[in-house]
């Protein structure tokens, strides 16, 4: 059924691959994403792979892979031939953790990758609080949590996301003691903190806007500016510059592949997000739209990316192998 | 305008002839997919997301929430003539349903089943429409405690669920809810039981599960056993008899509130309100003893419940902009596809997608009566293709299942291994039902005590403070204990233990 629904697919919306003179692309592209359908980083790929397919004059298959936390997926690409053909779409600290965790393991963020272009800081993280609280800013916070250690409640994500890695880092920086109440993801966190069972929340700033228009929640604190909530301060405008793992999204290729084709990637990658259509569809949906595809700069990133989760153990980054 | 003008006018717009071709293309797709065992809604909207930046962005989420609430329907089929469930949420129809059709009255069973999903479907729509703003707020004074509650109370129901002996149903349950914590601590992060297993990090999912200790083990004794036995049985007839409603009606009433009323839950998996329906049934029926071996009550209530559930299940997504499980986060990133942000003002930005929604569901549940009646005829027909040729079928589309769930092949193995174990269960008379609800509910009780531990600082107290947390420990008490203080029941019970022996 699988796949009469995809020749379905293909057959209403005529994508064929042109076939012209030149050599690459000259078949399908796969980019694997290892998020879920429908989440966050799965459709910010989705809405570029559309138009650079265009772009690439190529179809350009876009596949969830989300076993073994993305490490499924990262193997995969890693391990598949070094063309261009396959690609890995994932949040860069997804496959960061797994290296800074374990070095060895068969995909590795630096020897096993080369990064094509990074969407950095692509989506915020917010620290939201109740509208009916009377802590509305990160010092606000400071002081309530060295009056009462420990009483004041947040809710965050799965161990090893920066939902709860950031939390870790804002009780570092500021010595303070502040319960960290793990939820499967940000809307679990806001339910719980619209239902006053916690204090505060970590989530995405697309999934909290809603909730802040409606004047229940407001924000405390981002991670990085958002852009469908321009007037909530970062962590480091308030003084904590530490809590600063930006989520940022990547094509990953498998380290090796021709220079000729890493280029024509490169080159269609920047042009289909400069392109004012893609970048008003992004911004409407709340990405930031800041792409950096020059070589030394994404490289950069990458080892910026693996020192920024180096501050954490293992266990902090739920990758502990038992 | 009012909510009657309102969903009015939502039928209306439902009604236009691209939003009621993308409709129908929904509910054929979602009873497609739910008789399939293994195939679920869920894999097939990730397989039509891509289509979302193409479609218009009404007919489009019609088609969606045409396959969750078809799959409600579809589900029960293969449960009712296999034994094997088409969907989780319809394990608990096994038991009854399949008992039907050997005594041949799987046309009745099959009847009520569509007839007990079109009215639980179609009264929680109007229930949503109604009552969904409210109902959205009573759902978020569930925290960790009330759920640790909700959950315990749950695990009661296993008293009602058992056919055979008490102490192998717990066994199971106890397996369920170990096998369930297979994966990484959901506090700590860290793996348990893993192996250094990849996929296993991320536990060992329901579908697979069900599939294999179902569909496979089903398959496997089959092979040992001679095979069509079974439906050689004429078959009666086709619809319910007058006695079959006046059983059916008030347990479709129950199934309907409970289904809703547990739907509305946020988290709640549908597999849990139909474990609750059927438990209900049997506890107050005067002849428990007719359940397992063919009771109309206990498809009827199950079967009504999955739908009504499902319907409810929306309230949390619609009214508030929360996702709350695999399904509706697929459905949040549709909608955000679409530049629909879902949340609490949701239904008043956008009226038209909301009611335009409801009002395909209303559609949509006709037509899916329409489908399913004349389908019965067809399906009792499946009974007579053979064994050699129905099975490798039933296993292809298991495999299917197990991988497109998750895309990984190591649920297939999954699935392969627990083929296996339901079938050495089958032959040593264990039932996999309890099984399941261990599998579902341990999770969820799990993090549920944990984090109310956390937010208590190690104080038990948490759990009697709360007065709904309160509420469900002393219902749970009350029914583990009520045997000891009905001395009547637990003399009569003692009696047929011993006369068992």
Known sequence: ???????????????????????????????????????????????????????????????????????????????????????????????????????????????????????????????????????????????????????????????????????????????????????????????NLLGGHVNFAMASDVAAQPHIKAGKLIGIAVDVESAVLPDVPTFAKQGYPQVNLLASVAFLAPKGLPDANAKILVDAIRKTVQEPKLQENLKSRGYNVDLRTAAADVDKLLKEEIDKYSRFTPEDLGWKTQ | MDTFHLLAQGILTAASPLNLLYGFLGVLLGTLVGVLPGLGPAGAIALLLPLALHAPPLAYLIMLFGITYGAQYGGSTTSILVNIPGEASSVITCIDGHAMARQGRAGPALGIAAFGSFIGGTLAIFGVAYLAPALAEFGLHFGPPEYAGLMLFGLTALVYLAHGPMDKALLMALFGSLLASVGLDPVTGQPRFTFDILVLRDGIGLTPVVIGLFGVSEVLVNLRARAGEVFQKTIERLLPTLQDWKDSALPITRGTILGFLLGAIPGLNVVIATFAAYAVEKKISRH??????????????????????????????????????????????????????????????SPEIFWGVLGSMIIGNVLLIILNLPLIGLWIKVLRVPYFFLFPLILLFGIIGAYTTSGNVGDVVIMIIFGVVGYLMKRFAYEPTPMVLGLVIGPLLETAIRRSMIMSKGHIGIFFQRPIAAFFMGAALLMLLSPLLTRRRLGHEIIEKLGEQ
């Open chain 1, 1 to 191: 059924m699988k796949l009469k629904l995809i020749i379905v697919a293909l057959a209403v919306f005529g994508w064929s691959p042109a076939l012209r003179g030149q050599n690459f692309p000259n078949r399908p592209i796969e980019i694997v994403v290892s998020s879920s359908p429908g989440g966050g980083v799965d459709l910010v790929f989705r809405l570029i792979a559309e138009d650079l397919a265009k772009n690439l004059k190529t179809q350009i298959n876009v596949v969830n892979q989300t076993a073994g936390a993305g490490a499924i997926a990262a193997e995969k690409v890693a391990a598949a031939r070094k063309d261009g053909y396959t690609l890995l779409g994932s949040l860069l600290g997804q496959v960061a953790t797994m290296t800074v965790a374990n070095p060895k393991a068969p995909a590795n963020l630096v020897r096993d990758f080369q990064p094509l272009a990074i969407l950095y800081g692509y989506a915020a993280v917010i620290m939201l609080g109740r509208a009916d609280s009377e802590i509305k800013t990160i010092s606000d916070l400071v002081a309530q949590a060295q009056k009462k250690p420990g009483d004041l409640i947040v809710a965050v994500g799965p161990p090893g996301t920066s939902l709860t890695l950031e939390v870790e880092l804002l009780k570092r920086a500021a010595k303070i003691d502040l319960t960290s109440l793990p939820f499967a993801g940000s809307a679990q966190a806001i339910t």
């Open chain 2, 288 to 349: 428990p003893e007719r359940f397992g071996r063919g009771a109309i009550e206990g498809v009827a209530a199950p079967e009504t419940a999955n739908n009504a559930a499902s319907c409810s299940g929306w309230i949390p997504l619609l009214s508030l902009g929360l996702p709350t499980g695999s399904v509706t986060s697929l459905i949040f990133g549709a909608l955000l596809i679409h530049g629909l942000a879902p949340g609490p003002l949701f239904i008043k930005n």
